[in-house]
């Protein structure tokens, strides 16, 4: 159902483009972004340790993939409006010990969630086609499933509950180079902060003739980007300037 949402969204993004580009004074801007998600401790992103006796795993964020549609809406000289809608997907790796039996494994696993971000962004000129842009603000996100997965050997699982909604904070911040007729290209780096955790992570370890053994936390989700951006060349109709640099 998500997938089919997440579409129809895009279509109308483009829509709004075709549409905004009749008009004289366009001052709306269309484009895509590709936002790698990175496995760093920063800003409270670092791994999740969970315990229970001499049973032990380390939960860390791997390389993630945030892509999608964009709009922004631009209300005044230095004040504009963003939106449009992302496909997420965060990755996890999560390594297992037991003391006891001297067993340790690791195993992957991903979640895949659907994001739509409102922000208010302020941008100040730096020279005649060049920008610094800061921008914050809230997204909904839903998630598609749970997700359950074994480890090399089998002798491990983890069963991560996700929230299906949730809000999380957005701050951004970057620089983006404006052409005449090539479009607008930008760099920057973004902290997604949700308000709750993304879901319950429960870790079994389950062998014969073992008792089973249970480690649970909660998976915090949030993480930091490099934010890729390219937005469309608007054309201008004869007659209007370009006032865009």
């Not at 929230?163 to 920057?188: H, S």
């Not at 308000?195 to 073992?210: K, M, P, R, S, T």
Request: positive net charge.
């Amino acid at each position: 159902m998500l997938k089919y949402i997440f579409i129809l969204i895009l279509c109308a993004c483009s829509f709004t483009k075709r549409s905004w580009t009749q008009k004289k004074n366009n001052d709306t801007r269309f484009g895509f972004q590709y936002k790698p998600v990175l496995p760093v401790s920063f800003f409270n992103v670092k791994p999740l340790e969970l315990t229970n006796g001499d049973f032990s795993s380390t939960v860390n964020q791997q390389l993630g993939h945030n892509i999608g549609a964009l709009i922004r809406w631009n209300l005044m000289k230095r004040f504009s409006l963003e939106s449009g809608v992302n496909y997420v997907r965060r990755n996890f790796k999560f390594e297992t010990n037991v003391n006891s039996s001297n067993r340790s494994d690791k195993g992957e696993f991903g979640i895949v969630g659907y994001e739509i971000p409102i922000k208010a962004a302020v941008n100040v000129q730096l020279s005649r086609s060049s920008y610094l842009w800061v921008s914050t603000g809230l997204a909904t996100n839903w998630i598609a499933s749970d997700v359950a997965t074994e480890t090399t050997e089998s002798n491990f699982y983890q069963v991560t509950y996700t929230k299906k909604l949730n809000i999380a904070y957005l701050a951004n911040v970057g620089y983006e180079f404006a052409t005449r007729d090539k479009g607008n290209f930008y760099i920057g780096a973004s902290l997604n902060t949700p308000f709750n955790a993304i879901g319950l992570i429960d870790i079994h370890y389950d062998e014969f003739n073992v008792q089973n053994q249970l480690l649970t936390g909660e998976l915090l989700g949030n993480y930091l980007t490099l934010d890729l951006r390219y937005f469309f060349h608007e054309r201008k109709e004869k007659g209007i300037p370009k006032n865009d640099l």
